[in-house]
Structure formats: structure tokens, C-alpha cells
Nanobody
């Protein structure tokens, strides 16, 4: 599976962005897809995931109610709609795919495939 993330940019606090992650490869629908983010000097942090096409979604508490993950199986694309952005959301965002068990979805080491990051900068 190869993943290509896009959609990052500069936005003011309170604004919105939508990140996209397009996947190539077989059986993508059966994989979970997740978004993580990372700032300099910190570990990669779980943001959201969709367990598999039509499956359950999970969010970090810090983004619950503001971010929404969705997937378009027809185009093998996963989206992260980010609303009410805060300066603390500034990070490089990565999409990931794999088959982590539910108890391990927040652990980046449990995800097999990664896209390149896309930078999100939220100004105050």
C-alpha cells in the first residue's frame, strides 16, 4: 500500500482545512486508516482512525468534536476534515494504514504503511 497525503497549509485559528490521503494497492478497503501528527521533538501522536471501510471511527480527545475522518472507497481516499483549528493543532500530519487491533490504534508502531507528511500551521 502506498499513501499520498495532501491538503496542509497555513490557516488562522478558528479556520478549517481538509487533508486528503490517497491510497494505492490491493485490499485497501479491508485496512484501517489513521491520521497522526508530529511536532519537533515529540513522538507521533494519534489523531483519528477509521477501522475499515464502513467501520468504526475513533478520535483523540483533543480533536473530538472538531475533526472528522471519512473515507471514499470508490477513490481509495481518506479525508480528515479539521474545523475550529487551534494553534496547538500545528504539526506535520501523516496518514497511515494497516490492521492494528483496537487496543493498539493509538500506537504508531502498530501501523504498517505511512504516507509522507503534510504540514498544517495554525496562526493565532
Amino acid at each position: 500500500v502506498q499513501l499520498q497525503a495532501s491538503g496542509g497549509g497555513l490557516v488562522q485559528a478558528g479556520g478549517s482545512l481538509r487533508l486528503s490521503c490517497t491510497a494505492s494497492g490491493r485490499n485497501f478497503r479491508t485496512f484501517a486508516v489513521g491520521w497522526f501528527r508530529q511536532t519537533p521533538g515529540k513522538e507521533r501522536e494519534f489523531v483519528a482512525c477509521s477501522r475499515k471501510s464502513g467501520g468504526t471511527t475513533h478520535y483523540a480527545n483533543s480533536v473530538k468534536g472538531r475533526f472528522t475522518i471519512s473515507r471514499d472507497s470508490a477513490t481509495n481516499t481518506v479525508y480528515l476534515q479539521m474545523n475550529s483549528l487551534e494553534p496547538e493543532d500545528t504539526a506535520v500530519y501523516y496518514c497511515a494504514s494497516g490492521s492494528p487491533i483496537l487496543s493498539a490504534i493509538r500506537d504508531p508502531h502498530m501501523w504498517a504503511y505511512w504516507g509522507q507528511g503534510t504540514l498544517v500551521t495554525v496562526s493565532s
